[in-house]
């Protein structure tokens, strides 16, 4: 009886060992099959419970706040000197008169605007004009209802400027192209790239610190006085709207 029972109880065990060599073999073949899928599966369960819990989450949100509030800082301090610089001129009424532009020739030699404002509505020869981004150009005639303004690439236009990171004046002449030549009156003054170009503190009939550009580009050649192209910052060829300065006595 006691051997019978030892006979029975290994082919038992035999049998236990049979199915759980069957079910690795089965589990390995199932992986394969999905391509590693399963397996991927099964971490993901056993691993669950050992993610990152509410302590890990609130260092981590933190650190995302402080990057924010550090993003968020830079921005401002940006978005306030953009627009200190591409700002238009405070001025009241009184000092201005708005207008809207009804023609242009902006890709000619002879470049200019069209508005529709003129001698009827107070406009005058020599107003400036101002738009978006900044200084546009000077009235040069007007009718009873429009006047024309002679843009500041245009070669009639000659404005004095002022460049604030140097202190150091200059005169921004039209060449007929996109890009007006900046002349400095010192030969040694220290232009670079970037630098932005106001209008003159010294002037009569312009208010001071009106945004007009940036330095693109300075001339090597060594000529008496340096000089430098200019981008503008108001473009009007796309420009619907505009102020009109009044002239000073």
């Known amino acids: 009886m006691v051997g019978i029972r030892r006979i029975s109880t290994n082919r038992w065990w035999h049998k236990k060992k049979n199915w759980g060599l069957f079910l690795f073999l089965l589990f390995l073949f199932f992986v394969r099959l999905s391509k590693g899928s399963l397996y991927k599966d099964l971490y993901y369960l056993i691993s669950k419970p050992f993610w990152p819990g509410q302590f890990q989450r609130e260092i981590l949100t933190k650190s995302i706040e402080q990057e924010f509030f550090i993003r968020s800082k830079q921005l401002e301090k940006d978005n306030k000197r953009l627009r200190k610089i591409l700002s238009l001129q405070r001025l009241s009424d009184s000092e201005s008169i708005p207008a809207t532009v009804i023609s242009r020739k902006t890709g ?16 005058e020869v020599g107003s400036y004009v101002i738009g978006p981004g900044g200084l546009l150009g000077r009235v040069n005639s007007t009718s009873l209802f429009t006047s024309s303004v002679i843009l500041l690439t245009s070669p009639e236009s000659k404005v004095g400027i002022w460049v604030e990171r140097i202190q150091s004046h200059g005169l921004l002449v039209g060449l007929g192209n996109d890009y007006p030549k900046v002349i400095f009156y010192n030969k040694d003054v220290d232009i670079d790239v970037g630098d932005f170009v106001l209008s003159s503190p010294a002037s009569t009939l312009l208010p001071p610190n009106i945004p007009i550009g940036i330095i693109q580009s300075v001339d090597s050649e060594l000529n008496a006085q340096k000089t430098a192209n200019l981008l503008l910052l108001g473009k009007p060829q796309a420009i619907d709207w505009v102020q009109i300065l009044k002239v000073k006595i």
């Open 108 to 123: 000619s030699w002879w470049r200019q605007i069209v508005l529709n404002k003129g001698a009827k509505d107070g406009v």
